[in-house]
């Protein structure tokens, strides 16, 4: 289950709230990764599409948009745990059909976040024209 950088690794099954699951977290998370999660817990995992695209508020826009513009990268790639939860994860580089289906979400997301807020559109822009370009 993608969401916010995030993806299920392991799931059982929790008494009292019905299924725990545990997380992997992007690398700057206050959590370490993996972190885990309950069922019932409100608070708990976003995906990224819960809600329709055209609902979503702009800073979810922009985040979600980051995320597709990373993954549509030449070098992207994605965290898995083969082994489980107890075992060190592995990095799988997108396959090419993957990363297209990115770059299209990625299309879709800006011309969301330009139409739903136009102001938060060209501060994520001037944020990135002020990032530096990685090598």
Do not use: C
Not at 14 to 29: C, I, Y
Not at 98 to 116: N, S, V, W
């Amino acid at each position: 289950m993608p969401g916010l950088h995030r993806t299920v690794i392991d799931i059982e099954p929790h008494a009292e709230h019905g299924q725990r699951a545990w997380v992997n977290m992007p690398h700057d998370a206050a959590a370490g990764s993996p972190h885990d999660f309950f069922a019932d817990d409100g608070e708990g995992i976003w995906p990224m599409e819960d809600e329709p695209v055209e609902d979503q508020m702009p800073v979810r826009l922009a985040a979600n948009l980051d995320w597709y513009i990373a993954a549509a990268a030449p070098n992207s790639s994605r965290l898995t745990w083969p082994s489980g939860r107890g075992h060190l994860p592995v990095r799988i580089a997108f396959t090419g059909k993957a990363r297209a289906l990115h770059t299209r979400m990625a299309g879709h997301y800006i011309q969301q976040l330009r139409a739903a807020d136009p102001r938060a559109f060209e501060n994520w822009v001037a944020q990135h024209k002020a990032a530096p370009v990685p090598r």
